[in-house]
């Protein structure tokens, strides 16, 4: 695990997901206080993050939550113990960050079966101290002497955010590497006019670097986008001509995708993404319902 420079105050660490550091000036310690922007998956994440911060004399001050995936604030509590770090999320994330059962309730709409009360869907619980808005200047409670916007990234999760500072975007999940897309075939988007909204906004964006979560850090995001637009227009095109349940849909969809079904986690994310474009789909009047015996979609005429 190591810092990656960006600019004198702006770094990153890589890893499973791309964690941001902000350095926000001096200490009493001789070192210099510093924002994360993630913590990681779980407390082991959170410890080596911490470790890094502390063998660079960074003490952190604050955490940005960008939104509510285990991966991205696992290493909350760790860290909020050790460092008394006050903690930022946008809404309706933050609820789940509080109370992460809420997220594997979700996708089981019900309770959620023990398979799902995994480590990759609920995280260790986390305080939340104050609520990031869009387009928010700075953490303003805490006084620090940064200048940072926070950037309304909605669509993969309901109220996804950036962070963007000396021209550089966090864009935490908003597009996905070509490796993960090559690997799961249909990336996890629950809000699908939000996150075409999402895209259509990076495209014309102009920062001088992009650091996704699960991608590499660029400095032309229009090729991502691109890759991430493509799979969207896909999936539409084929559901648009769809008929059935919704499960006999999830079923063609994914041999269709080449997409393989292992167990609860992998079924419930993906009926939430085929969800999320069936309602899309019937939100636009391309199709219509009929309910009966269960729910059929079919082509609106
Ligand atoms: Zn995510």
Not at 6 to 27: D, F
Not at 97 to 113: D, K, M, N, R
């Amino acid at each position: 695990m190591k810092l990656e420079e960006i600019t004198q105050n702006v770094y990153y660490v890589p890893g499973a997901v791309n964690i941001g550091v902000l350095e926000v000036g001096a200490n009493d310690a001789n070192g210099a206080n510093a924002v994360l922007i993630d913590t990681g998956l779980d407390r082991e994440a959170g410890r080596r993050i911490l470790k890094l911060l502390e063998k660079n004399q960074l003490k952190v001050k604050a955490i940005v939550n960008t939104h509510s995936h285990a991966d991205h604030f696992g290493g909350n509590s760790f860290i909020v113990k050790r460092s008394q770090a006050k903690v930022f999320a946008p809404e309706i994330e933050a609820g789940i960050i509080q109370y992460p059962y809420i997220e594997p309730l979700y996708l089981f709409s019900a309770h959620p079966v023990r398979d799902l009360q995994n480590r990759f869907l609920m995280a260790e619980a986390s305080r939340v101290d104050f609520i990031l808005k869009e387009f928010d200047h700075g953490l303003k409670p805490l006084n620090l002497d940064l200048d940072l916007e926070i950037i309304p990234l909605y669509g993969h999760s309901p109220k996804q955010i950036g962070v963007a500072v000396d021209d550089i975007l966090f864009c935490a999940d908003s597009v996905f590497s070509k490796e993960v897309i090559e690997k799961y075939k249909i990336p996890l988007f629950m809000d699908i006019e939000k996150q075409k909204q999402t895209l259509s906004f990076l495209e014309k964006s102009d920062y001088d670097f992009y650091i996704p979560c699960h991608a590499k850090p660029t400095s032309d995001i229009s090729e991502l986008v691109e890759l991430n637009l493509g799979v969207i227009e896909r999936v539409e095109e084929f559901l648009a001509a769809e008929r059935g349940t919704t499960d006999e849909i999830l079923r063609r969809l994914c041999k269709e995708f080449g997409i393989r079904l292992a167990d609860f986690t992998s079924y419930s994310l993906m009926l939430s993404t085929l969800k999320a474009y069936l309602g899309h789909l019937y939100d636009r009047g391309v199709l219509e319902v009929e309910f009966g015996d269960t729910l059929y979609w079919k082509g609106a005429k």
